[in-house]
Nanobody, 119 residues
Framework: QVQLVESGGGLVQAGGSLRLSCAAS????????MGWFRQAPGKEREFVAR????????IYAESVKGRFAISRDNAKNTVSLQMNSLKAEETAVYYC????????????WGKGTLVTVSS
């Protein structure tokens, strides 16, 4: 099975940008639909973005549409999330996840990376 490790989290000012990365190992990244999720303190984990096997089928949560961009590089087994115009309420642990189907559950998860947005 695939293992996922996120990186790139840190402290950023409101209105600033940050780029997160997720490295996959154990299985080729191309076998999986990849997603990004986040969980703020005291809140449920929520969907952020998704990208299909070959880089198509990209969708975003309404709250991040136009500001975030998901991408993948199957040759490097990485998926990224570019986050622009960050808001203070988007402080959260960000997770990458993988699934083998387009609409099924996410079966594999990373441990997360913390993003702190200061106002």
């Amino acid at each position: 099975q695939v293992q996922l490790v996120e990186s790139g989290g840190g402290l950023v000012q409101a209105g600033g940008s940050l780029r997160l990365s997720c490295a996959a190992s154990g299985r080729p990244l191309s076998e999986y639909v990849m997603g990004w999720f986040r969980q703020a303190p005291g809140k449920e984990r929520e969907f952020v973005a998704r990208i299909g096997w070959g880089g198509g089928s990209v969708i975003y949560a309404e709250s991040v549409k136009g500001r975030f961009a998901i991408s993948r590089d199957n040759a490097k087994n990485t998926v990224s999330l570019q986050m622009n115009s960050l808001k203070a309420e988007e402080t959260a642990v960000y997770y990458c996840a993988a699934r083998n189907s387009l609409q099924g559950p996410y079966d594999f998860w990373g441990k997360g990376t913390l993003v702190t947005v200061s106002s």
